[in-house]
């Protein structure tokens, strides 16, 4: 566990975020028009449902009307009419609720309110909505299910499971979740029972639970001695098991806690709300009173409600808008005379209807203007696919000269919409041999960037030869703060040796590049591969990023490679050797002693082959048609990477492939630490199929000793129809290809979402990715074949 970084509210507008950012926050409230309190919530199709406490019914209050209804509550034969201590939402849209003598349930547009068959027992104690369609309830010592209709189901028969918890959550999911003294069980979708620490000890007091979409959870705990509860604590479980604690200084306890829109956990406390991201940061969201909210839920709406009880009111916050950034659009011709553009998708995954404003803001003053944007409304399930960039703006009304065109696409929303439902992906592309060939890129989340002077990023697989030239761009997402950047190479040899470049600043909220940046280091011998350090020392935080795109001489084709940081365990996901493409493999060890890469390959399903590399300090080894050179033999599948230090003990270090023809057209694929795979399910956006183009998807295991089971659906990103789903099962460190995965759905362009349903490993864990490439040819043999990864998109 680790602490947290506190950031007052101020320090946003000290970033001086993109445009949008901050405004549109707001607190609204919305009076009960009497002094009862606002206890349990839940959101329906009807609106927001509540409990208000003895002798009072539970309430709807519609947001379209800004009307508060009650729902009144008989009783079924032989009890007497109680009042509405918990309620939940099932999955077919209708709220249940348990008064402690009883259960009630009210259809979704239904006024009717009807009481589903009473179980053994003395009184109904706890509620739990799961999304695998099932209802559940603690009565007397059992645990009972019902389905979402009403039916009663019977009792749950395992008796390892606390059979009478202190508290219950159902998790959309299918996830459930109890207390059981200081233990936290879950209760998977398919009921595997896993005990978890709940990192709270006797006295302590965990008040609320919010489902985390990994899988995971985040609660609030108030910490108490001797009857005294001083201090308060947000913790975030992780989906693999791992816990997070961010002590709440001031104010001192967290109540109501939900995981917000944008992946993070807001909880209320008594001077407002506060929003914890997984990495530890806090900030405050200020409103004058205290609220003492004991829920917290998200809206239809995408804002998140609460009840202020002081003020007597039931409260929604609007989130600020959600921005990212494509780091680079261009529209330029080239010394050589050859033209560079660059296309664009943008996918809306969620089920509302999002109001897209892309933001192009030049980086140069030869462009004309200060900036250009267009909004437009994305229905669910749909994409906006645009083919270059520049010629769509200026079909808006907007003037742009021929060349010379480079800057930020800035892409922002409001509204209902989970974090990552939005995403967006760019290629810049140009003429090359029998089609097109270039570099591509997904968008930056700018709440998720670096922004803190001192902060360093580090880009590794950079090389400098007769074959290829390596250029390193930087970001500056900030509104207003200028950025100051000190870039550092260090070479690849082992050597440790180092050449500092002339510092690099980059104005608000622009691009900028150096070219050949190995070329351009100053050393004997010539720096020919190695790693960059880039770090921000400028006198403000800046939100920023640098990349680097390895360009291949003769095809131009350029290779995109992101900042990395070293783990102990990674997966590359493919290590390709079969018909006229071969992998270059790049393994990096920058830190702290000499090193082992283990590398295991298992092409097909085939008897695990291991091999181990030695590395120096500071050294990085490139590793030309690595599956012949190293040993591993031919085939495609995932390389799993574990990196050991001299004695044997667990060390980190970097890996990436980058897959190529013999004419150099290829990819690069990062290696993603196992710890960060924590989704059940994903989505790959800016599926094409036609217009020079296609489309294929892999899915890859991540996991050595266990089977996965994969559900694909298909989505028509012109209707937002989803296709018939497939199920594809990979063996352990398994992948799967497929080819022109559009094709067989008749469409054009599309997404695919991604979701693990079965798993045999024996954490439950069954991590795995899925990404996308997207080839330049209609089908095999056209073009120029050349691949663009589309990276999977979680909702965190």
């Known amino acids: 566990m680790r602490g947290t970084r506190l950031l007052l509210l101020g320090l946003l507008g000290l970033l001086g975020l993109l445009p949008g950012a901050g405004l549109g926050q707001r607190f609204e409230a919305f009076p009960l028009g009497d002094t009862g ?62 008064t402690g003598a009883y259960l009630f349930r009210r259809g979704a547009g239904d006024p009717a309110v009807t009481y589903p068959e009473a179980t053994p027992g003395t009184r109904e104690l706890l509620l739990g909505c799961r999304g695998n369609g099932e209802v559940w309830t603690s009565r007397g010592s059992g645990l009972y299910r019902y389905a979402a209709d009403g039916r009663a189901l019977g009792k749950h028969s395992d008796t390892s499971l606390p059979q009478s918890p202190g508290r219950m959550w159902g998790c959309p999911d299918g996830n459930l979740w109890m207390t059981s003294g200081l233990n936290l069980v879950r209760l ?116 998140l409600w609460f009840g202020d009880n002081v003020a007597h009111a039931l409260t929604r916050f609007v989130l600020p808008p959600m921005l990212q950034a494509i780091p680079a659009v261009v529209g330029t011709v080239g010394g050589s005379g050859v033209p560079y553009g660059t296309d664009l998708v943008v996918s809306n995954g969620g089920t509302s209807t999002a109001a897209v404003t892309l933001r192009y803001l030049p980086s140069r003053p030869e462009s004309g203007v200060a900036e250009a944007s267009v909004t437009e409304s994305l229905l669910p399930g749909r994409q906006l696919v645009v083919g270059d960039v520049l010629a769509w703006l200026r079909s808006k009304g907007f003037s742009f000269p021929g060349t010379g065109n480079v800057g930020i696409l800035s892409v922002e929303t409001e509204g209902a919409l989970p974090q990552r439902a939005l995403t967006a992906f760019a290629r810049t592309t140009s003429p090359s041999g029998p089609g097109r060939a270039g570099v ?18 580090r880009l590794f697989g950079l090389r400098q030869n007769a074959a290829d030239r390596t250029n390193l761009a930087f970001v500056n997402l900030s509104r207003t703060a200028p950025l100051l950047l000190a870039v550092t190479v260090i070479s690849g040899d082992g050597t440790g040796r180092r050449a500092f470049l002339p510092d690099v600043s980059v104005g608000p909220r622009k691009w900028t590049q150096l070219d050949s940046v190995l070329a ?24 920023f990023w640098a990349y680097a795109v390895v360009n291949h001489n003769a095809t131009n084709d350029g290779t995109y490679f992101s900042p990395a940081e070293p783990a102990h365990e990674l997966i590359v996901p493919a290590l390709v050797d079969t018909g006229s493409w071969r992998s270059e493999l790049v393994l990096a060890n920058p830190c702290c002693s000499a090193a082992t890469a283990e ?20 050294e990085q080894r490139i590793v030309a048609n690595a599956n012949e050179n190293l040993g591993l033999g031919p085939g495609v599948g995932p390389l799993l990477v574990r990196f050991f230090d001299d004695r044997g003990r667990p060390a980190a270090g970097v890996a990436s492939v980058r897959v190529a023809t013999p004419e150099g057209y290829g990819v690069s694929l990062p290696g993603t630490p196992l710890v960060d795979l924590k989704a059940s399910k994903v989505r ?5 199929q036609g217009n020079g183009v296609r489309s294929n998807l892999a899915l890859v295991s991540a996991e050595p000793d266990a089977t996965l089971t994969l559900k694909v659906t298909i989505v028509d990103g012109e209707t937002g ?64 074949g050349d691949g663009s990864i589309l990276p999977m998109a979680t909702e965190k």
Not at 757 to 784: H, K
Request: hydrophobic letters at 40%; glycine letters at 12%.
């Open 37 to 98: 309190v606002i206890q349990a919530l839940a959101v329906t199709p009807d609106g927001i449902a509540f409990t208000r406490g003895r002798s009072l019914p539970p309430y709807l209050f519609r947001p379209d009307t800004g009307r508060f209804e009650p729902v009144p509550l008989g009783a079924p034969p032989g009890y007497a009419p109680d009042w509405a201590r918990d309620i939940c939402t099932a999955t077919d849209g209708s709220l249940w609720g348990a």
């Open 188 to 303: 998977s979708r398919e009921n595997a029972a896993t005990q978890i620490p709940a990192a709270v000890k006797s006295g302590d007091i965990l008040s609320e639970l919010a489902c985390a979409s990994d899988g995971g959870a985040w609660y609030t705990v108030r910490h108490c001695s001797d009857m005294v509860c001083d201090r308060g604590s947000l913790v975030r479980l992780f989906g693999n098991g791992l816990l997070r604690s961010v002590e709440i200084l001031e104010p001192k306890w967290a109540l109501g806690v939900v995981e917000g829109p944008d992946g993070a956990g807001w909880f209320a406390h008594s001077d407002g709300l506060a929003r914890v991201s997984d990495d530890g940061a806090l900030v405050l969201y200020p409103h004058a009173g205290p609220k003492f909210a004991n829920e917290i839920v998200v809206g239809p709406d995408g804002g």
């Open 440 to 457: 591509a890129y997904p968008s930056l989340w700018q709440e998720s960037l670096p922004s803190a002077v001192g902060t360093t990023l």
């Open 520 to 543: 351009s280091a100053d050393g004997t011998p010539p720096f020919t591969q190695g790693w960059v350090e880039v770090e921000s020392v400028g006198d403000a935080p800046a939100p």
């Open 599 to 618: 590398l295991t390959f298992a092409p097909g399903g085939a008897t695990p082959r291991t091999v181990r590399v030695p590395l120096a300090l500071l």
């Open 684 to 688: 790959v956006a800016g599926q094409r």
């Open 721 to 784: 129809t989803r296709k018939e789903p497939v199920t594809v099962t990979l063996p352990p460190l398994g992948f799967k290809q497929l080819d022109q995965v559009l094709t067989p759905h008749g469409i054009s362009q599309g997404w695919a979402e991604v979701e693990r349903t079965a798993t045999t490993s024996a954490t439950g864990s069954g991590r795995f990715l899925a990404y996308g490439v997207l080839n330049d040819g209609e089908r095999p043999g056209e073009g120029t």
